[in-house]
């Protein structure tokens, strides 16, 4: 799912993921030497927490949620867009 939306997009400095608590579609992105910011807006706190700290879960997603380049948003991805009018360079209206 991350890869084709990567080969297709023109500018992959900046990622936006929603969802993915668990780090694993981060530790795909962060394989693109092109990409220099990821923020994840993820519903559930204790998930990315779990999955940032947890020793078994940081192997398997290769410590992606504690990379430099992650910022992670722990709120409801929904009403984070909405409240976001600036994504990737552009301004937007949500309704």
């Known amino acids: 799912m991350v890869h084709p939306a990567m080969s297709m997009s023109k500018n992959i400095e900046n990622v936006?993921?929603?969802?993915?608590?668990?780090?694993f579609a981060v530790r795909e992105v962060l394989k693109y030497k092109e990409v220099k910011n990821i923020t994840l807006v993820d519903l559930d706190g204790e998930m990315t927490n779990f999955f940032k700290t947890n020793q078994t879960m940081r192997a398997l997603n290769q410590n992606s949620l504690s990379n430099p380049k992650v910022k992670i948003?722990?709120?409801?991805?929904y009403i984070w867009v909405k409240e976001n009018k600036k994504?990737?360079?552009?301004?937007?209206?949500f309704s």
Not at 16 to 23: H, P
């Open 16 to 23: 936006l993921i929603l969802g993915g608590g668990d780090g």
């Open 73 to 77: 948003i722990n709120k409801d991805a």
């Open 87 to 93: 994504i990737r360079g552009h301004h937007h209206r």
